[in-house]
Each structure stands twice: as C-alpha cells, then as structure tokens.
C-alpha cells in the first residue's frame, strides 16, 4: 500500500499545474520516454498500442471509402518543394534539410517531409493521363519532421506520426465533397471512438493550410479550457496541378487540371485523450482505442482455485474483448492503482467468496463505481460498461465544453468572462476582416479556432469594429 500511496502522490494535480499533471502521465503510464534527441521522443510500448488501435479504426473508415495506401519518400528535393510557392513558405521555417550523403556534400539539398503535397503532386503527374485514371484516393502512414522551437509529448514534437490522405478528382465539386466527407470521418471517429465532442468548421483565410483554397477542421476543447486542433481537411481547388503541372484528357477529349485534396491526423489525439478524459489519478482511455479493456485482478490469488477461475474469466473474455490478467505477486491495492493510472476502462476483481458467490466485482474507471455481477453473464455485463465508460466520458467532455463556452458580443465581455470563468471556447461575431481577427487575438488573448459550419447568429455586428457581421466564430487560447 505505500508504493500505491507513492504512485499517486507522483502525480501533480490537475488544478496545481495543468502541464506538469499532463507531463507526469504520459511518464507515469509508460507512454513516452524522452531521448538524447531535443523534442523527439520514444512512444514506448502502451502508447503505441494506443496508435495502433487509432491507426486501426482509422484506417477501416478509410478503406471502406476506398481509399489506399501509399508509401512516398522521405526526402524532398528542394527544387520540387519550391514548385508551390504559398506552400514551401508557409512550411520554410520548420522545415529540416539534409546537406550531406555520407561525407560528401549533396548537389541539391533534401528536406526531411514536413508533408507530403509536392511528393504526390509529383507521382500524380507521372499517371494521370486521362479522365479514366481518376479519382485516386491515396492515403499513407508515416512520420514526418517540423522543426518546432517548443514542444511537448504528443501535442508538438519535432518528429512524429501521423496519416496524411491524399486524393485528386476530375471536378472541384468532388474534392469538395471528399474534404467535406472527411472532415466528417474524423469528427465521427473523435465523438464515437475517442468519446470527445468536438466542433467542425472553416479555417480563416489567415490560418488555413499553406497553398489551400479552404481549410476544415475539428476543434476540441481540453479539460483546462484550452483548444485542441484534433484533425484537418484541405481542399487545394486546381492550383497544385497547374504548378506540378498534372493534366487528364477529359471525355470531351479537352485538357484539364484536376482538383486535390488531402487530410490528416497524428499522434496528438493521444495528448487530446490525456487532455480530455484524464484525472488526478492517471489516464482514462475510451474502450475503442485501450489496449486492455478489461483487467482481471484475483484477489487472495495464493488461495486454492482464485488463478484457475481468473484464467478461465480471460479465456472466456477474450474472445470479445482485449483482456489481461495480472497474477503478479504484486498487492490487489497496488494493481488497482497501476491500472488506474493507465487508464483500463473495466477492472474485474475476483477472490475465494466471490468464487463461492458465483460472481465478481466490476470497477468503471471513469467514475469508479462498483457493481456485483454474476458470472453466468459476465460478457454482456462487461459489455454493458465498456459502453457505460464511453458514454460517462462523452457526456462528461460535453459538459466540461458546454461550461467553458462563453458568447459574446463585446471585446469586454470576451475579456470579463475569461477572467471571471477561465479559459475556454468563446464565440463571437466577426466581420470577416484580418485585421480585428489580429486585433481580437491581440486585446483578448484568443485566437480564432475556426467557423463553425453550424452558424449562430449572436449579434448583427462584429465583435471588434462593429461593422456588419460575416461570421460567428469559436475563438480560443491553443495548444
């Protein structure tokens, strides 16, 4: 009981220091190690198990939509980057170069991806040819480099993994409809899998992606009122084609330039899980993407038949779901915490008078709640509070961002309830100019996270100058 009461006391509260919480679990759970190699780090086996389950139910939405995987280089030659002007500038200050090949200098210098545009665009014009050859819908997974000044585990690396789709069209109105559809897929995988409620909407023209027409994306609130860009969608319209130049032969026999698009998620929606769902006592992970979803803790395990029963829970358990037993000489108080802090969503103790009893004891992590349940029909029972976390986290995310979303229609009323309530979402009308967005930002401390596509009309007028309103946009303080 002293390592467990150690354990805990290890982790900095929340309400203390909201980053030296999240820092002291993404170290305590076993997530990451950090390296030798300044803001890189080590994903260690449990966080990556945690991208690998994203990476899985990612990857079969995907697929379903039929869209492949690829695999591009990692290396960009500098005179293909520079093909897109608005693109290699908005990328220039972040991006890593490779000089040397061994000891001897390179004749053109190769960047270390940042993404993957120019590397498409060029494959692209090598097969596209005709209007037969179209649509390609490509998606890969890989790491990629931003030389990022600050960073931090998950949220802003140096290196890190991401899937970046990738897909060009005979018609502006079918990449249109595919950036839209897959701005969709990732809200949906966030509010179903990931139990986090998030809101969609339109980039401003100062904060969409680097040689996009429009930029999309999800935008969800953290558990300390900051926002959290968790994916985008860009639709680049014809103006990659033209600098690549990738032409296709329609069926009217004419040359045309095809319209692009690409997408993309990473690691970081591991930070978003820690951020949203998290507490003072470690992780809580939705069931969708937890490595063990159930945890099998025999208690008086020494006595005779605790670990033949616990072993025949696993096997009948793990037909369905990801289970694990824990017959470590370790103390059920210690295992309690251990799996606390990583999160399990179902623990399942187990001991001599429940084995009598025929039943168990079923621990949500969420809430801690515990019920007796027989064991004639513990698979359902289980199932039934996998969904239970999910839902309690869900509506506990919802509530949190319904809290913390103030609307305003004054700069001063911006300012009164951020001070008063604490960061958060904060929405407001806009008249569509840069210069109040930058002047908002400026007074305020908010930036805007995006155009909800679900309009609010809170005011006729803008939030800054008051000149008629545009816009209602979210604003809020990033990570």
Same mark, same amino acid.
């Given at each position: 009981m002293a390592d467990q009461k150690k354990m805990v006391e290890e982790i900095t509260s929340m309400d203390v220091d909201f980053a030296k919480w999240y820092t002291d679990i993404v170290k305590k759970a076993e997530l990451i190690e950090y390296t030798s190699v300044k803001g890189c780090m080590v994903i260690r086996p449990y966080g990556y198990a945690i991208w690998e389950l994203i990476q899985k139910n990612l990857d079969e939405r995907f697929k379903a939509l039929g869209h492949e995987n690829v695999c591009m280089p990692m290396f960009i030659p500098e005179s293909l980057l520079e093909k897109e002007k608005d693109h290699v500038e908005g990328f220039a200050p972040e991006v890593a170069w490779v000089t040397h090949g061994g000891s001897e200098p390179l004749e053109e210098r190769l960047c270390v991806r940042p993404t993957s545009e120019t590397l498409f665009c060029e494959h692209y014009a090598n097969i596209i040819h005709s209007h037969r050859d179209l649509p390609k819908l490509y998606n890969q997974w890989v790491s990629v480099v931003r030389w990022e000044k600050t960073t931090r585990p998950f949220l802003r690396s140096r290196e890190f993994l991401w899937q970046e789709g990738h897909t060009i069209h005979a018609t502006a109105e079918e990449a249109i409809s595919e950036t839209e559809c897959m701005l969709n897929v990732y809200a949906d995988f966030c509010e179903s899998d990931l139990a986090m409620p998030v809101v969609k909407g339109k980039k401003t023209e100062s904060d969409k992606f680097a040689g996009a027409v429009s930029t999309y994306a999800i935008e969800a609130l953290m558990h300390d009122g900051k926002a959290l860009q968790a994916g985008t969608s860009h639709y680049f319209g014809d103006g990659f084609? *033209?600098?690549?130049?990738? =032409?296709? =032969?329609? *069926? /009217?026999? *004419?040359?045309?330039?095809?319209? =692009? +698009?690409?997408?993309?998620? +990473? +690691?970081?929606l591991i930070g978003a899980i820690i951020m949203t769902h998290g507490d003072n006592n470690g992780l809580i992970l939705p069931p969708a993407v937890a490595p063990i979803q159930a945890v099998i803790i025999p208690v008086a395990q020494h006595k005779p038949g605790v670990l033949d029963k616990a072993n025949e829970l696993k096997d009948l358990l793990s037909k369905d779901f990801r289970v694990k037993l824990d017959d470590s000489d370790n103390s059920p108080g210690w295992k309690y915490s251990e799996y606390e802090m990583k999160g399990v969503p179902v623990r399942i103790e187990i001991g001599p008078r429940d084995i009598e009893n025929n039943q168990c004891v079923l621990v949500t992590r969420h809430n801690r709640e515990k019920t007796i349940v027989s064991l004639d029909n513990l698979q359902e029972e289980v199932a039934k509070k996998l969904e239970e976390v999910r839902t309690g986290l869900y509506n506990k995310a919802f509530e949190n961002r319904e809290n913390k979303t103030y609307s305003c229609k004054t700069?001063? #009323?911006?300012? *009164?309830?951020?001070? /008063?309530?604490? @960061?958060?979402?904060?929405?407001?009308?806009?008249?569509?100019?840069?210069?109040?967005? @930058? #002047?908002?930002k400026e007074k305020t401390g908010v930036g805007s996270r995006c155009i909800p596509l679900i309009q609010e009309n809170l005011s006729d007028v803008c939030v800054c100058c008051g000149k008629p309103a545009k816009h209602m946009v979210v604003w809020g303080k990033a990570y």
């Open positions: 084609a *033209k600098a690549f130049g990738i =032409q296709y =032969q329609s *069926k /009217e026999n *004419k040359l045309e330039y095809p319209h =692009q +698009t690409s997408w993309g998620v +990473t +690691t970081r700069m001063d #009323e911006i300012i *009164k309830n951020l001070e /008063e309530k604490g @960061d958060g979402f904060v929405k407001a009308m806009w008249c569509g100019e840069e210069a109040c967005e @930058d #002047e908002v």
